[in-house]
């Protein structure tokens, strides 16, 4: 091979040597580009997974608040039920009290009635005695007039005994305690008459 060829044949070497150089370059450039995007897709990686893990703590703060929450809720209900057990309680309590009310005004309405009947003899009597017996009439009318000022206040009394069941259990005792009073000062008038009476029919007799 003369020396022409030999250099043509270098030549061409070194140009596909060049060609493939430049071709190299080009994949580094290549690699390099895809490198760099790659640090950017990690970069994004690394910021969402940041991102999620302030999301993850956030609902972890969250979780907690309605952990705390659904305590306060589970405190709130156990005492809204012990508040109820207690108006339960309370409601039983005044239902008793309202039925011994009712006995008490049913033993009452049979005094009254009594009281009644006891007021018709004694009219029937006082009827029998009217003649000569004006003085009698004054005090007989007195009883009476007396006896209607009781009924009446008998009536108020009874009623504000009813109004009084649903304020409280002490007002009702007190009530009771003065329709006793009243009833035993009733007692003793309906003895006093009784006794009157008696001394009337014997004077008549």
Known sequence: MDNAKFQELVLQQLQVLLEGQKGLREDVAALQEGQKALREDVAALQEGQNALREDVT????????????V?????????????????????????EDVAALQEGQKALREDVAALQEGQKALRADVAALQE????????????????????????????????????????????NNRIFAALESIEKKIDRLELETTYLRLAKG
């Open 132 to 175: 000569g017996q004006k003085a009698l009439r004054a005090d007989v009318a007195a009883l009476q007039e007396g006896q209607l000022r009781l009924e009446t206040r008998l009536e108020n009394e009874v009623i504000e005994q009813l109004r009084a069941l649903f304020d409280a259990r002490e007002v009702q005792l007190d009530v």
């Open 58 to 69: 956030a609902l972890q703060e969250g979780q907690k608040a309605l952990r705390e929450d």
């Open 71 to 95: 305590a306060a809720l589970q405190e709130g209900q156990k005492a809204l039920r012990e508040d109820v057990a207690a108006l339960q309680e309370g409601q039983k309590a005044l239902r």
